[in-house]
């Protein structure tokens, strides 16, 4: 590749992402011809794996741009798009590519998608308009103090939930039921104090689902979470079950979040409630990202349409599609847990291709499928070392593995489906454990 060829900047990413800055570098290759930077705090010889060249330099960090800046010099004239792919540099990396002239959504508005109480505060300056649009504001406050939470929940009849305001993947949020325990609930959100905490009423939508999509092009995505206190996310579907009604109440909330936080040609994650009559909403959260979970995954299979690569297009000629074409499956993606608190290395566990598999054969069987109704989209271990695994999933660290699959069958619900695998999962990884368990015991 030419030493002056164009330039992709990507400003961050998470690491559950390696995949997909990896697939947006080799269409930015191979469509445009370009190089793709990358920018990254403590670059790691992954970083270098995954781009043609890292800048290191801390989104979060308060002198992030002129960091930037500097390491790039005159070399900073051959970018010629960027895209901000992290939660961490939603603001400062809006802020960068402002500063290169490149294409992005308003850096200014941009930290609504980032801290959650900037978020309500914003949304509440707007409260009788977005009451008019049929979206519900829940009470909040931000929390510094024990006292802080006693107050609050003083003023609650249905409970609330209390959390940090720049964490993702569901850590450190707490349900906390009416009467219930305002220390106990304080000391699990006090390690993020530091970020801010902010405590808000349980909004009592049992529906949740998210407005997804780039630029113009939406869909909605439903989300199913565990009840009870840890509400982490346990299977995203799509395409989600709704009336009009329905969609065009999500709809029009999604887009008022979109505005409220600056995004206009860039991806969008919003994150929302909809009550039982299907009339009214309440936002849970924004992000200014492709939603976590394979969502893009699931598009792609659903759809037909690769968003990562019109993303990549999309910074470079300025053009998205307004619709999708129409749906030709349903998808799942699915997290799977274990059968009990077990302390391990996910590595220890083996092969996930043959577990996955068993797993599949086994829910076909269950709900009466072929096995070539239900397509193996991907799937992979949740990495991490040594650690406990609790049975009741506390945030994202307490899932071994995901996959993300495709029905080809309407006769079956997308929903059941999702019920089945993970009831038969636990199943199958149970044997494995005590398969391994007494390989231990007799090595």
Known sequence: MSLRAPVLLIVDYNLSRIAD????????????????????????????????????????????????????????????AGIVFSDNAVASGAGLLERLGLAVDCARLALGAFDKLAYRIAENRLRPALNQLGVNLPDFAQIGCIDDVRHFAGRQERGFVIKPACEGNNRGVVMVAPGGDCEQAFAEVAPYLHGGVLAEAFISFTREYSYDGLGKLWFITEKVSATGRYPVEVAQILPARLSEQERLAIHVAGEQVNRLVGQRIGPFHNEIKLSDDGKNTAVIEPNRRPGGMKIWTLAQ??????????????????????????????????????????????????????????????????????????????????????????????????????????????SVDIRDLVRVLREQWLQVLDRALSVELLFKVAS
Do not use: K
Not at 54 to 70: H, S
Not at 318 to 323: I, K
């Open 21 to 80: 800055v990896r697939h947006l570098r080799d269409h930015a290759r191979q469509q445009w011809g370009a190089q793709t930077w990358l920018v990254r705090a403590n670059p790691q010889a992954h970083d270098q794996g995954i781009s043609d060249r890292v800048i290191d330099a801390d989104p979060l960090a308060a002198d992030f741009i002129n960091l930037a800046l500097n390491q790039l010099g005159d070399d900073a004239a051959r970018i010629s």
């Open 301 to 410: 299979a659903v759809y037909g349409l690769d968003l990562y690569a019109a993303w990549v297009d999309s910074v470079f000629a300025g053009q998205v599609a307004d619709e999708l074409p129409a749906a030709t499956c349903s998808a799942a993606t699915v997290m799977f847990g274990v059968p009990r608190d077990v302390t391990l290395e996910v590595a220890e566990l083996g092969d996930l291709a043959g577990l996955i598999a068993e797993t599949l054969e086994l829910a076909a069987e269950t709900l009466n499928l072929a096995r070539a109704d239900i397509a193996l989209l991907e799937s992979a271990w949740v990495a991490g070392e040594s650690r406990l695994i609790h049975a009741t999933p506390r945030d994202n660290s307490d899932f071994v593995a995901h996959a993300c699959v495709a029905l080809h069958n309407p």
